[in-house]
């Protein structure tokens, strides 16, 4: 009987220490995924502030090129946001810089 005790103790020990470990494990990744999924969207909201309309005004700081600027004035007249006028404004101010 007394070894019979003994080893239900030890069933008991054992399943709590895999208990206290997987619930650590679960915890230290979910901090992990919270911290990736944070860098994540401060990354893209980064890039999305860099990519905004009218950044194609002036010269750029990260080095855009002049034809990727000007697909950026052709896609924002395509989706209406400047008019003709706008755009050949725009265009001519990028091949004069």
Do not use: C
């Not at 080095?63 to 003709?84: C, E, F, I, P």
Request: aromatic fraction near 2%.
């Amino acid at each position: 009987m007394a070894r019979r005790r003994g080893l239900i103790r030890s069933a008991v020990r054992t399943a709590g220490r895999t208990a206290l470990i997987a619930g650590t494990a679960t915890a230290v990744s979910g901090r992990v995924a919270n911290r990736q999924r944070e860098a994540l969207a401060r990354r893209q909201e980064a890039e999305s502030a860099q990519a905004a309309p009218g950044a194609f005004h002036g010269p750029t700081a990260d080095g855009t090129d002049l034809v990727s600027r000007l697909h950026q004035l052709a896609d924002l007249k395509a989706m209406g946001a400047l008019t003709d006028k706008e755009f050949t404004a725009a265009k001519t101010r990028l091949l004069q810089e």
